[in-house]
């Protein structure tokens, strides 16, 4: 099993950035790709972005160019960095943990991102 916690997210200004981050415990080992969702009010869940075991990312274009994903193997941490947030980047935030032994996904409590003058 793997426990994801999260941290970062609440209120930016439009322009702004905040930084999210999940760390992993547990059965860390087992962890292949690790990425976010967000999920806005009467919205489909969106993949964010994802980063691989070897540090490959990928990107929604919604993000791109103002998101980054990163990871630290050691520290089983992921962080999603956002600059130039919009208003339409507003939604719940979950991080994720794709195990590379199944085909589970592990999930963090999820944070909420507000953006708004």
């Known amino acids: 099993q793997v426990q994801l916690v999260e941290s970062g997210g609440g209120l930016a200004q439009p322009g702004g950035s905040l930084r999210l981050s999940c760390a992993a415990s547990g059965s860390t080992f087992s962890i292949s790709t690790m990425g976010w969702y967000r999920q806005a009010p009467a919205k489909q869940r969106e993949l964010v972005a994802t980063?691989?075991?070897?540090?490959?990312?990928n990107y929604a274009d919604s993000v791109k160019g103002r998101f980054t994903i990163s990871r630290d193997n050691a520290k089983n941490t992921v962080w999603l960095d956002m600059n130039s947030l919009k208003p339409e980047d507003t939604a719940f935030y979950s991080c994720?943990?794709?195990?590379?032994?199944?085909?589970?996904?592990?999930w963090g409590q999820g944070t909420q991102v507000a953006v708004s003058s």
């Open positions: 994720y943990a794709q195990s590379r032994l199944s085909s589970n996904k592990y």
């Open positions: 980063v691989s075991r070897d540090g490959s990312t």
